[in-house]
């Protein structure tokens, strides 16, 4: 039985099956971005109110969501100086003070900001 006889892989039949791929991705993203840009509705005003409220209640809402983060860094920190703690590891309970003194800055950046601003 004669065994057979395999050619090297062609290497120029590789790039072009990369290519064909590559140009299919970028017409499939080119598809996507002009659906997206297609499918834009304006958006209207509701009610004819007082442009502030609008930007006070936007401003009420990132502050609330900065506030949110803050916590979630605060329960963090004290779950670490905890570990740390259990564990007796001091690189780890200053790392874990660190994430604490942060989350206190960042839950109480409102009214840091409003503080320092005077407002």
Do not use: W
Not at 5 to 13: F, V
Not at 51 to 62: E, Q, Y
Not at 64 to 84: D, E, N, P, Y
Not at 86 to 108: C, E, L, W, Y
């Amino acid at each position: 039985m004669k065994k057979k006889q395999t050619s090297p892989k062609n290497t120029l039949n590789h790039d072009r099956a990369f290519e064909r791929k590559a140009h299919r991705l970028y017409g499939a993203a080119a598809c996507f971005v002009l659906v997206l840009t297609a499918m834009i509705a304006p958006a209207y005003a509701a009610g004819g109110g007082d442009p502030l409220t609008v930007v006070t209640n936007l401003s009420n809402f990132i502050f609330s969501l900065i506030r949110a983060v803050g916590m979630i860094l605060l329960g963090f920190g004290v779950l670490q100086v905890g570990m740390s703690l259990k564990s007796h590891d001091p690189s780890q309970r200053a790392n874990g003070i660190m994430t604490v003194a942060g989350g206190i800055v960042i839950t109480f950046t409102k009214e840091i900001l409003t503080l320092i601003t005077g407002g």
